[in-house]
């Protein structure tokens, strides 16, 4: 079992910065992913970035366009998203999740079966003002 606690969310003017953080333990594996996802109020959960146990990142680029920047620090079992350039449609609960790395074709994205992200956090809000 794997436990995820996010932290670092807040409320933040347009255009500043914030960085959420996301604490992992439990039975965490030598090989994952693991992944940030938001939901807006009204809104399906999207995926946001993501990152495999030897540091490879990818984005969904539509919603992100170089704004967000995932990353981990691995002594501390800790994932980050640091998130450049707030806009008020980034408003959102913003989780993280993990799951096991399937090889070299997967690039962490949300899919089913063995591809679905089975470990989530339980959230943490960011909000932006106009």
């Known amino acids: 079992q794997v436990q995820l606690v996010e932290s670092g969310g807040g409320s933040v003017q347009a255009g500043g910065s914030l960085r959420v953080s996301c604490a992992a333990s439990g039975h965490t594996h030598s090989s994952y992913c693991m992944g940030w996802f938001r939901q807006a109020p009204g809104k399906e959960r999207e995926g946001v970035a993501y990152i495999n146990s030897a540091g490879t990142t990818t984005y969904e680029d539509s919603v992100m366009n170089g704004r967000f920047t995932i990353s981990q620090d691995n002594a501390k079992n800790t994932l980050y998203l640091q998130m450049n350039s707030l806009k008020p449609e980034d408003t959102a609960i913003y989780y993280c999740?993990?799951?096991?790395?399937?090889?070299?074709?997967?690039?962490?994205?949300?899919?089913?079966?063995?591809?679905?992200?089975?470990?989530w956090g339980q959230g943490t809000q960011v909000t932006v003002s106009s």
């Open positions: 999740a993990a799951r096991s790395f399937w090889g070299t074709h997967d690039y962490c994205y949300q899919g089913v079966g063995r591809y679905e992200y089975n470990y």
